[in-house]
């Protein structure tokens, strides 16, 4: 068997690190694997040093690497224009592939995108939310739920330390994710503040990341000193140490990978009941759920967790209970068995 994993896109996003996780999983099982990734990717330079497997870059006109995919015997999209691409190696040199949708949105209504997804040997939703939206969209599609794994972080002391010095007798609510308002809502988080500025002067917000709208939230953040924004941080994993409680009120959601990482760290965690996230948040058992772009709920219920250190602590510990079914060797193991099916179902046929 040999795995060739296909993911083209620009960035690197929780999609692309996901694939990444997997790859690596997967190779420690000793499966024979191969990457198509975009010339100059992120992705391609993380996985150019991983031992044992081929990587092959590729530029527009992608079709031209498809002639390299001779001895692959299944290929596995990680995002649309992967999916695009497995698409027409099927239709051009035969080779059977699986879809992994990590997205709520419904798929393109067009004929090219309906046949992407009908033509699949498999399609697996990371969520139930997504499982329903595909099932909706093709009512012939049977979709697998295999769910994103957590990354697994470790953080270094020390690191932690100095972090939790720099912001010495400050209750830290941390946000790691794209600043991408329409998606992760971090417009709301800004109010939520916004709202307990004067009633719990000792709370601070740290948002890690980058995205299109980091100029409108810190032009909507610019009279808060309680709100900071670190840009990308190599060292997550010290920030979720450092952090006393996890805010994430994405507006859409396919699962919400950095959740598991949350809880992996043991945080508490108050996030949006939309989509997927409900499937890994469960209220008053691991987190508090709060209705999307509601900045009073959001308020409300850090201002709860803030007030009960002790269901803080309930939370985060089971919280880092559950996490423990989303390690990557777990979820790599569902992918590999399933990929095991598909050959048997392919070597059936033929």
Same mark, same amino acid.
Do not use: W
């Given at each position: ?263 992996? $760290? ?34 409300? $219920? ?49």
């Amino acid at each position: 068997m040999n795995i060739t994993h296909v993911n083209l896109a620009k960035g690197f996003r929780g999609g692309e690190r996901q694939t990444e996780l997997l790859i690596q999983a997967l190779q420690r099982a000793g499966v024979n694997q191969t990457a198509v990734v975009r010339t100059g990717s992120p992705l391609s330079e993380r996985l150019s040093t991983m031992p044992g497997l081929q990587l092959i870059t590729a530029s527009k006109p992608y079709l031209l690497t498809i002639k390299k995919l001779d001895k692959t015997s299944l290929l596995h999209a990680h995002e649309a224009k992967a999916g695009q691409f497995a698409f027409l190696a099927h239709l051009l040199i035969g080779t059977p592939y699986l879809i992994t949708r990590r997205v709520p949105q419904v798929p393109k209504n067009n004929f090219f995108t309906r046949n992407v997804y009908r033509q699949a040997c498999a399609v697996v939703a990371l969520s139930s939310a997504i499982r329903r939206v595909l099932e909706t969209y093709d009512k012939g599609l049977k979709p697998d739920t295999i769910p994103s794994m957590a990354a697994g972080f470790h953080a270094n002391p020390k690191h932690v330390k100095a972090i939790k010095d720099r912001y010495q007798g400050k209750f830290l609510v941390g946000h790691i994710g794209a600043l991408v308002t329409r998606h992760k809502g971090q417009q709301y988080l800004i109010e939520a503040a916004k709202k307990l500025t004067s009633r719990v002067p000792d709370m601070h917000f740290l948002f890690l990341g980058k995205g299109d709208d980091e100029a409108l939230l810190r032009a909507m953040a610019k009279d808060l000193p309680s709100v900071e924004f670190l840009g990308f941080q190599h060292n997550v994993a010290d920030y979720l140490a450092a952090f006393d409680l996890f805010a994430f009120p994405s507006l859409n959601e396919g699962l919400g990978s950095t959740l598991l990482d949350a809880m992996g $760290a043991e945080k508490p965690i108050v996030a949006s009941q939309v989509d997927g996230i409900p499937d890994i948040v469960h209220h008053d058992v691991n987190g508090l759920l709060v209705p999307p772009g509601d900045s009073d709920a959001l308020a409300d $219920a850090l201002y709860q967790l803030y007030s009960a250190p002790e269901k803080r602590l309930s939370l985060a510990q089971k919280g880092l209970a559950m996490v423990a079914d989303y390690q990557p060797d777990k979820i790599a193991s569902r992918y590999f068995n399933l990929y095991r099916q598909l050959e048997e179902k392919t070597q059936a046929r033929e």
